[in-house]
């Protein structure tokens, strides 16, 4: 049976071998006493520090709320047209052409909606605005508004401030504070809508992926049930967007059949004018009823009479009787609590908060049914 021997290492290799040099650690000095935390000069110093801190973070954000408020316009316009791209995968499209379905139908629309309503619109604002004095001066045929002018000469006042803002066709530049004005409003808008439509993109496309990226600062043991109420915020916040376009398609139809009956000018751009308003929350329906009657001005004061009172009914059955129910029946939100929540957002952020507030308050009940009274009802 064959053996096999341990090698034997020469005298001469292990000769060679030099010997590990352990580095003595460095020597900086001997660690002194920790800081006295409950020193009044130490506790004035953190406090002025965190302060400081606060203050220039705050600063920051400030400088950066128009960014912010663009990210969060975006944000709501992603979640609100994810129901519909998530129609699209779950009939076995890729997600990435279902976001450009999605996009490419409403950039449709909206170029559909300036092909079709802005020119006449414009049209019939530019005739308004040229008529306007003698509008104004027609207020004199009325006994009883001439008598007031005679004694205050509110009607003379009018007439010299109508003309001097429309003289040489000024009134749009005077508007918005002159030439510079106007194209800065111009440059911001165009700027702005752009900035929203490539976040939009690229919110749609990776919604899931920042979702589950977000749920992984979760701890582990909570992370399902903050998953399940994450989808259903976002759920909610899909539904409301589905919901203020059937509130804006309701107030659309409504504006085409009553232009329609009295055979208002320009009907059709009129009611598209009024979808678009629709979505903007509170004051949508201000902006459209001034157009509406703007418009129907140029045909008669009658026309334009009969189409404000008759806008003004729709607004409050809207307002008391489509939307609570609508929103209800698409947040699971009483009606008091969708008004509420709308004028609160409205009044603290403006446009912005009026489209953020009815979701937010959807979704604060919803943590408050699941979190907060299961916890009182156990304790």
């Known amino acids: 049976m064959a053996t096999f021997k341990k090698p034997r290492i020469s005298a001469k290799l292990k000769r060679t071998r030099k010997p590990k040099v352990v580095k003595a650690p460095a020597d900086y000095g001997v660690r002194g006493a920790p800081i006295n935390s409950n020193h009044p000069f130490y506790f004035g110093f953190m406090a002025t520090a965190g302060a400081l801190i606060a203050l220039t973070v705050l600063k920051a954000l400030a400088s950066a709320s128009q960014v912010f408020v663009l990210i969060v316009i975006s944000l709501f316009f992603a979640i609100g047209l994810n129901p519909a791209v998530n129609y699209f995968v779950r009939r076995k499209i890729k997600r990435g052409y279902a976001v450009g379905i999605v996009v490419g139908t409403v950039l449709i629309f909206v170029g559909l909606f300036i092909w079709i309503a802005i020119p006449p619109l414009l049209d019939e604002i530019n005739s308004f605005v040229n008529n306007a004095p003698q509008l104004v001066n027609d207020l004199r045929n009325n006994s009883f508004l001439n ?21 040489d066709g000024a009134f749009v530049i005077t508007a918005f504070g002159g030439v510079v004005g106007v194209g800065k409003a111009v440059i911001s808008g165009v700027v702005a809508g752009l900035t929203i439509l490539v976040l939009t993109l690229y919110f749609l496309s990776s919604l899931d992926n920042v979702v589950k990226i977000g749920l992984r600062f979760v ?161």
């Open 219 to 379: 701890p582990s043991s909570r992370r399902d049930r903050v998953t399940k109420l994450t989808k259903a915020i976002i759920d909610r916040t899909g539904s409301f967007v589905g919901g203020q376009a059937i509130i804006a398609a309701i107030a659309a139809v409504f504006i085409l059949i009553m232009g329609l009956i009295i055979s208002m000018p320009y009907t059709g751009p009129l009611a598209m004018f009024v979808l678009l308003c629709g979505f903007i929350p509170l004051i949508g329906h201000f902006i459209g009823m001034g157009v509406v009657t703007l418009v129907s001005l140029t045909d008669s004061p009658r026309t334009a009479i009969i189409a404000l009172a008759s806008y003004i009914i729709y607004v409050q059955v809207e307002n008391y009787v489509i939307t609570p129910r609508i929103m209800r029946r698409s947040l699971s939100l009483p009606g008091l609590v969708t008004i509420i929540a709308a004028l609160l957002g409205t009044s603290l952020l403006g446009l912005v908060g009026g489209l953020l507030a009815v979701p937010i308050a959807a979704a604060v009940l919803l943590i408050l049914d699941e979190v907060v009274f299961p916890r009182a009802d156990n304790s």
């Open 147 to 167: 008598d007031l002018n005679t004694k205050y000469g509110f009607i003379d006042s009018l007439q010299v401030k109508v003309n001097a803002i429309i003289k």
